[in-house]
């Protein structure tokens, strides 16, 4: 976070305090009525230049711009719980092309997806015309420990591992990878609710994901960079399947304290 810098533009500053109270670091104080810095050293969030009123702070070292908030966007609870009800994994696939800028909306939610420590470690790598290939190291790598994995689940034995287990024909796969593994599901689970919101289906693959780490080769061919790891993957193409119901699921479990 070295090329980041919270910088406090004293002319525009009226002291009121917000950032401070903001800042999650206690990095902000007000002296003489005016914003100032106690450390260079800071988690450069940015809480504080989102909260100025008078646009006094700001971060540098940053390629794109503060977008301003011209309204507050509440999504209807209901949908969304509909959203989360009616959401299944899926692994049935239209072969229609997914236009390039829904995949890269999809990104743009995993890319503004918070991360712990404002680490901002998630990227990604998305697989279109190398995906067959890719797919087919992880085909090789399971059918060697399939013999082996038959021998403590009658549900392995019963799972065949074609040419197409891990992605099964879908025309896009989209690597996850991080040094925090949490900061890539939460990306993940993000760009899960885009891809719904344009009618894709979407599979988290943590077989492929086991395959991916466990395979110098594959990291190598996604070109994993060192300190990271694949955190997920995410098939999504058009489903070619409809499902007309939720699924069952276990009845609440909670505790108020």
Request: glycine share 4%; hydrophobic share 40%; net charge positive.
């Amino acid at each position: 976070m070295s090329q980041h810098k919270v910088m406090i533009d004293t002319d525009k500053c009226v002291g009121c305090g917000i950032c401070a109270k903001t800042c999650v670091a206690h990095n902000i104080a007000i002296n003489d009525k005016k914003a100032e810095t106690v450390l260079d050293d800071c988690l450069m969030c940015g809480q504080c230049a989102a909260v100025c009123p008078k646009e006094a702070v700001s971060v540098s070292g940053y390629d794109d711009k503060q977008i301003k908030k011209e309204e507050n966007i509440r999504l209807n609870p209901d949908d969304v719980l509909e959203v989360i009800r009616f959401r299944r994994s899926v692994r049935q696939f239209k072969q229609e092309k997914i236009p390039r800028e829904i995949i890269e909306q999809i990104l743009e939610a995993g890319r503004l997806t918070h991360t712990a420590k404002n680490m901002q470690d998630v990227s990604f790598v998305v697989l279109d015309q190398e995906k067959d290939r890719i797919e087919q190291m992880a085909v090789s790598l399971f059918k060697k420990m399939k013999p082996f994995a038959d021998l403590f689940s009658p549900m392995a034995k019963n799972n065949k591992i074609t040419d197409h287990f891990f992605f099964f024909n879908a025309p896009v796969v989209i690597v996850i990878l991080a040094e925090n593994k949490t900061n890539g599901i939460l990306a993940a689970q993000n760009m899960e609710f885009v891809a719904e919101a344009h009618g894709l289906g979407v599979l988290f693959s943590g077989y492929f994901t086991t395959a991916a780490n466990a395979s110098r080769k594959i990291k190598n061919s996604l070109e994993v960079p060192r300190g990271k790891s694949i955190a997920m993957t995410l098939v999504i193409g058009y489903p070619d399947v409809k499902f007309l119901r939720s699924a069952p699921r276990k009845k609440l479990d909670v505790t108020y304290m």
